[in-house]
């Protein structure tokens, strides 16, 4: 019966993707279309967008910088040049001629308006705290902006590649159009959007490098099951599937007509909550440490531990410049004991783990989780569910969770986003002087030397007290083989303007 409950789902996905859009398959023949399957989206309005629906979000709106996908270094965008000599007044120089898809100009009072929205109160802008730096913005011309600071920044630019901060037109009503009519200055625009279902996106005629992009449509179908998209890739009906699973990627990889590419290393972060039991007891947090073997989590994961997959108890990636070596602890259960024990639990515990169980990587690290901690007396009560499900109704309220984070190119973004006490993504509610201090070291710190002893001090805090478990795995990006240069640096931000079907 599953089998064929599971069939009849495929097949109703199949119609739709035939029918959602006029012309069908004969016009698709006709000129060069994109076909994604991206998972449904929760908002999309930039400052409150939740990371999903990158496929859409980053082909309709713009950034003053972009990162190079294959070398990692900042490049222009809507911001042709950007300087500064002492990491407080930041001059940028902008692009002339860009026009918004509604065929307003771009100029200095958009790139204004997008970062005063930051603070706007009622808004709730995801990157408010970071973006109160700014004393004041001034715009001497059109295409000139000086933003001054409060105080030195001196790798503030990285800010301005969060997902988050695209440009806005301020002539434009985000709060009534930005989850209905997306709009701005991007190599596409949207043409219809069918809210948790679909959108067609069309190559836009006046984007200012006239030779991009390569496709004229994009076409988007948000689907919430991964095999059901992997499905609709294997039968032609989509050329492009993010984020699938290892086991799908090794599937695909050993049949014809298909690659799987891997772009980068992102996040899976188990937060051990620090403000309610049990983890509001460090004991407790080391005794699940003490758990840990990550070469069976690797394993899990149909990885490779050193090279494909990555473990620390700290937030930074295990590849970033920035990253300090310290001798893992090893898998002790008589030490985890040990810790239960001190912390008033000579019994053993029992704490519910939430997750989202259809994101890549979720179940299989949760049941592993929980077969490695059984044995300390920690029982892990799983509980399951559809990722726009656990963001929206338990992600940051759960004892214990599993969440998917991408990687940010400055490691101080994702500190002061996650682990900072005042940090609105602050899923493990860290609220620890010594490490706020540090993050706010790390992001003002002009010497590098210096900046780094931060870092190394940080990570250090994080072994002895801290609330994570840095599980790192690939970003693996499914595809039809005649999809050529496909592009999605460590931003997380797709560069579909360069992609085509050969």
């Not at 900042?74 to 509604?102: I, Y």
């Not at 002790?332 to 169980?357: C, D, F, M, Q, R």
């Not at 460590?490 to 079907?501: E, H």
Request: hydrophobic fraction near 40%.
């Amino acid at each position: 019966m599953k089998k064929i409950l599971f069939a009849l789902v495929i097949f109703v996905l199949g119609f739709s993707t035939a029918n959602l859009f006029a012309g069908g398959e004969k016009e698709t023949e006709d000129k060069m279309v994109i076909r994604v399957a991206e998972q449904v989206p929760n908002l999309i309005t930039p400052g409150s967008w939740d990371g999903q629906a990158f496929s859409m979000n980053s082909s309709i709106y713009e950034y003053l910088l972009e990162m190079d996908a294959e070398t990692g270094e900042l490049q222009p965008s809507l911001a042709t040049e950007w300087s500064t000599e002492d990491g407080k007044v930041w001059t940028f120089k902008l692009r002339q001629g860009v026009k918004f898809h509604n065929g307003s100009s771009f100029t200095s009072e958009d790139v204004k308006f997008t970062l005063e929205r930051t603070q706007d109160p009622d808004l709730g802008h995801l990157k408010a705290q970071d973006f109160s730096i700014i004393e004041k913005i001034d715009t001497p011309d059109d295409y000139t902006v000086v933003i001054t600071l409060k105080s030195v920044r001196p790798t503030f630019m990285y800010q301005l590649t969060d997902y988050n901060m695209a440009i806005l037109s301020s002539e434009y009503d985000y709060g009534k159009l930005g989850e209905s009519a997306p709009m701005g200055t991007g190599p596409f625009k949207l043409s219809q959007l069918v809210p948790k279902e679909s959108a067609l996106l069309v190559k836009n005629p006046e984007y200012w490098e006239p030779s991009l992009p390569k496709a004229e449509e994009l076409r988007i179908y948000f689907v919430a099951d991964m095999e059901a998209s992997v499905s609709l890739l294997e039968a032609g009906q989509v050329d492009v599937v993010p984020q699938v699973s290892p086991v799908i990627a090794r599937r695909l990889t050993d049949a014809a007509g298909f690659k799987v590419v891997s772009p980068y290393q992102e996040h899976r972060f188990v937060a051990l909550v620090a403000d309610r039991e049990p983890f509001s007891n460090n004991d407790v947090r080391l005794a699940m440490k003490y758990c840990i073997d990550p070469q069976i989590l690797a394993r899990a994961c149909q990885g490779v531990l050193g090279e494909t997959f990555f473990y620390n108890e700290t937030p930074i990636l295990n590849r970033l410049a920035q990253f300090k070596e310290i001798t893992f602890r090893g898998r002790n259960i008589e030490k985890a004991k040990e810790h239960l024990a001190k912390a008033g639990y000579p019994k053993g515990l029992t704490v519910e783990l939430y997750y989202a169980s259809d994101h890549p990587y979720g179940s299989e690290l949760a049941q592993t989780l929980k077969e490695l901690a059984a044995p300390a007396g920690i029982n892990l009560d799983l509980k399951g569910f559809p990722r726009d499900i656990y963001l929206s109704q338990y992600w940051l309220n759960a004892p214990m969770s599993i969440t998917g984070w991408g990687v940010r190119v400055d490691p101080s973004m994702l500190l002061t986003l996650a682990y900072h006490s005042e940090g609105p993504w602050n899923e493990s509610h860290m609220n620890d002087t010594e490490v706020d201090d540090l993050i706010d070291s790390i992001a003002s710190e002009v010497d590098n030397a210096k900046r780094q002893s931060y870092y190394d001090r940080l990570q250090e805090l994080f072994v002895e007290r801290g609330t994570v478990l840095n599980i790192q795995v690939p970003y693996l990006v499914a595809m039809r083989s005649n999809v050529q240069d496909y592009r999605q640096p460590a931003t997380m931000l797709c560069q579909y303007k360069y992609t085509y079907i050969e």
